[in-house]
């Protein structure tokens, strides 16, 4: 099977996409040395675009004798993605390689497309040890064991804070459920190169439009590689949504795994209330450490 490329014309603004440094989740442990679940990368944490010089993809590209038909297939896709996700779930399991070990978590995950989620992380036994919430304003982490919520705001220094990683909330959600910027132009390659505007190199799969892979550079200097895989069979979905997802980042080859066991698209909104960080956990203590911060 061959693939397309597609690349972009121009680096976007600094600080407008994709700065992914330092997926490492930081957990709350006896050392005290951890903070919270990253949440964030989890999902996909599977990092979206970048700026500047992109990385080179290692997957071998083969011509594409129909580069046009596979971009009619891509915006399909992702057409279809902004029509059915308004509301979506997934259960699965996050495992996180860096220098400091492995972790591996039960999630489930509830989201309006990109821009509403909440995330919940369970312990061993099952038990609720982080949940994560974001918005278009906020972000909110709260840590089970000390009763303790932290609000920052929903950019890339709120999730910094949280989690390590430069990134908005809303472009790691968009990552998750698969989604890019559709703007493209065509450029005459023998590689089937397409430049977009956001700064991401893609590569398709010519059969379905679906992404295959991303990468591209951060803001810190160093870059990401995001992987997808696609199940042969999606069961009951009316939309094709990622089994695996594999986030590999440079420097120090820190990885992230989420491998998704069960894929909903809702029909019915979630209640009005199911995002509600302070009527869920009423008694537990709120730290702002951006308050008060122009």
Not at 17 to 25: D, E, G, I, M, S
Not at 50 to 76: I, N, S, W
Not at 80 to 85: A, G, H, I, K, N
Not at 136 to 164: C, F, T, W, Y
Request: glycine share 8%; hydrophobic share 40%; with cysteine.
């Amino acid at each position: 099977m061959g693939y397309v490329v597609f690349q972009t014309s121009s680096p976007p603004r600094r600080g407008s996409r994709r700065p992914l440094r330092n997926l490492v989740p930081r957990f709350r442990g006896d050392d005290g040395n951890g903070a919270f679940f990253t949440v964030g990368l989890l999902l996909l944490t599977v990092m979206v675009s970048g700026c500047a010089t992109l990385p080179q993809p290692e997957r071998p590209r083969a011509v594409d004798p129909h580069p046009l038909l596979t971009l009619e297939r891509f915006h399909a896709d992702q057409q279809r993605r902004l029509d059915r996700l308004h509301q979506w779930q997934v259960a699965g399991i996050l495992e996180v390689t860096t220098d400091r070990g492995s972790r591996r978590l039960r999630t489930e995950i509830q989201g309006e497309t990109a821009h509403r989620a909440k995330v919940t992380l369970f312990g061993l036994m099952q038990q609720v040890v982080g949940v994560l919430f974001a918005d278009s304003e906020v972000i909110r982490m709260v840590d089970a064991d000390k009763q303790q919520i932290v609000e920052v705001p929903a950019n890339a220094a709120g999730l910094r804070h949280l989690i390590g990683i430069d990134l908005p909330p809303e472009e790691l959600f968009e990552s998750m459920i698969a989604l890019a910027n559709p703007e493209v132009e065509h450029e005459a390659s023998p590689s089937a190169i397409w430049l977009t505007r956001l700064g991401e190199r893609l590569i398709l799969d010519p059969e379905t439009g679906l992404i295959q892979e991303r990468s591209g550079q951060t803001e810190s200097g160093g870059s990401y590689r995001v992987i997808y895989e696609w199940p042969e069979r999606q069961n009951d979905l009316s939309l094709p949504m990622p089994s695996r997802i594999q986030v590999t980042m440079q420097p120090g080859e820190s990885q992230v795994h989420y491998t998704a066991r069960q894929w909903r698209i809702l029909d019915k909104p979630f209640a009005t209330n199911w995002f509600s960080v302070l009527e869920h956990y009423a008694g537990f203590a709120v730290e702002r450490p951006f308050q008060g911060t122009p």
